[in-house]
């Protein structure tokens, strides 16, 4: 059956056939004609047919501008059958600064700005070339390129341009088809020559060997490049990845300590003025507590200041705050997704991409080459003509005058091609002087040097190959010679997790005293305060815990049910009144009691006990809790519950049973643990375990009796080892049966 429908023509078909035929016809549309550049000239169709209207306008770099609208009217009149707003914004974009590593359109007017306004109407904007698309056409019109009609077959328009730029990943490409998208970040185009050129020396050159040459992105924008360098190779080995990318900022410092971080540069494809609002709209929902005001004092360059509210907090701290925040960090994709040279779309890696160029380069190279070979073989069969001509200048003059068809007599008479008997008929007489004849023979000698060596390029591959890396070093001088354009503008550097940022850390630190009573009630008062009997509590409260802190810092409390809680210091109420319940701010059940109330040292190590004389040594890091429940750490049951927890400093410890026996041991016995009952510490017939503590032994333990001024510092009798009942206390031992 034909596929060609008359009309009035009905046939009848399952819907589901129908309907994907018609799909597949617009995903492939989609994808080859719309949203994937092509890896050779790194152009989509709609750039590919600007570039090429505005060399057909003239409009080269020398050239003067024309308006955006005619050159919006020519190409989609005869190229780009799409809406003429379309296509402005794809001129637009080609010609912005902030959005093009490399911009391909030199515009006049406004063209937008990075703060995410739009530009002006196409009526009022002027346009033209600049020597980066000059480059990309290079050689269009040396059949380097096969063309095709265009959608009214009226004109012709290239497949691809010859591209002697590499502008896939110099400018970068962004495009979302069906069923696959691309994303190809900016580089810098110095480092990708470098790259090119040691590929074309090493074709087996490893991706570590090009990543020393071309370390990743170059946005224009700038920003700093935070993403570690496994990242970055693996990225690039598979064509699939993502960098993280930080605005760039500095400190300048003010009176009396004071400062303000000014952000000079921000990422890519970020509107300046959207993220001064955020910025705004978190500083006015209190989510920045370390920031007092945000101005934007932009001029042509980028100033963004953030004051700070106190200049005792790190300037590095509070910018890391930023980034988990806004976009001034942001995750730019890497998806090579492109279409290669048979117009496959499919993912490349680095390393492909770069050879794809280089091939593409090597076939423009030899039809260049034929092209002009077919040029020299014409002219010198012209040339050779004009020298029969002055061989035998008066037979040939007799034949033009007398024979009423010269051509034809010609042809016979020195046996000439048409071609050259046509182009000795088109001669100037002023040609046929004797000078004229000199320059002739020159060009011919010329000429046929000329075609030796393009015929010795045809032939051998390694020519083909230097003559590409000449290209290219030409390429990377010219690019040079602009320092603005071809420096570095993203700079890499090391990564720092924001997420590693405490939140202690965007707290203010200021001295604190914290009081707790024996029922619980619990305040802080700033400054750190002498303990004395002015505090006041509620009626048939007293005070219990006395503590100096600071506001950075976090409380453990440890509970009758071997449970830690952690409270940071920062919540506590103010001073002004009695407080709150503590039970109210944690987890505590109420058949729980408070035991200790400590400042959390990271470095610390702590000696739990229970009231059956076990208990076990754990670090200070390991008892942090997470939630309002705590964290189990002395597992208890029964009737057994949590009795004390000391901070470990010295070389033994001290154990007193509710019997009066006093037991010392050396620390190395007791094991460290991270949750558990523990190990026996001390053996009693009846009661149970009173008081533990940790001493210097050589200090002996008098000083540290209750009330005591004599040193006890002959402690044999009381030396055992961990699990012994020990002996009674000595004389004078203070009767609450604690030590103090």
Known sequence: MSDVVEPGDIREEPFQ???????????????????????????????RRLVYAMRELGLNPAAACKKCARIVGDVMGKFHP????????????????????????DGQGNFGNIDGDNAAAMRYTEARLTPIAEALLADIGADTVDFRPTYDGEEQEPLVLPAAFPNLLANGAAGIAVGMATAIPPHNAVEICDALLHLLKHPKATLASLLALLPGPDFPTGGVLVEPAAGIAEAYRTGRGGFRLRARWHVEHGKRGTYQIVVTEIPYQVAKARLVEKLAELLAEKKLPLLAEVRDESAEDIRLVLEPRSGKVL?????????????LEVRVPLNLNVLDAEQVPRVMTLVEVLQAFLTHR????????????????????ILAGFLVVYLNLDEVIRIIRREDEPKPALMAAFKLSEMQAEAILNMRLRSLRKLEELEIRKEHKTLTSEQAELRQLLGDEK???????????????????????SARRTQLSEPTLAEDVPAEAFIEREPITVICSEK??????KGHLPEGPDARYKEGDRGRFWLHAETTDKLLLFA????????PVDKLPGGRGQGEPIRLMLGLPNEADLVSLLVHSPDGRLLLAATDGRGFQVPEAQVLAQTRSGRQVLNVSGDTEALAVVRVSGDHVACLAQNRKLLLFALAEVPEMTRGRGVRLMKFKDGGLADIKTLMLSEGLGRQLAGRQRVEDRLDDWLGHRGQAGRLVPKGFPKGNRFA
């Not at 799409?82 to 359109?105: K, M, N, S, T, W």
């Not at 300037?315 to 976009?327: G, I, K, M, N, Y």
């Not at 002009?372 to 010198?380: S, V």
């Not at 619980?520 to 008062?525: D, E, F, L, P």
Request: no cysteine.
């Open 82 to 105: 799409h809406g003429d707003q379309a296509i402005y914004e794809a001129l637009v974009r080609l010609a912005q600064g902030f959005a093009q590593r490399y911009p391909l359109i």
């Open 315 to 327: 300037a590095e701290l509070a910018v890391q705050h930023l980034f988990r925040l806004t976009d």
């Open 520 to 525: 619980g009630w619990i305040r802080a008062v």
């Open 17 to 47: 056939k129908a309907l994907g035929e018609r799909y597949l016809s617009y995903a492939l549309s989609t994808i080859m004609a719309r949203s994937l550049p092509d890896v050779r000239d790194g152009l989509k169709p709609v750039h």
């Open 560 to 567: 009758t049910n071997g449970r830690f809680y952690t409270l």
């Open 362 to 381: 090597q076939v423009v190279l030899l039809r260049k080459s034929r092209h002009r070979l077919a040029e020299i073989a014409r002219r010198l069969e």
């Open 463 to 485: 020519r083909q190959l230097a003559r590409i890396g000449e290209e290219l070093r030409e390429l990377k001088k010219r690019l040079q010679a602009d320092k603005a354009l």
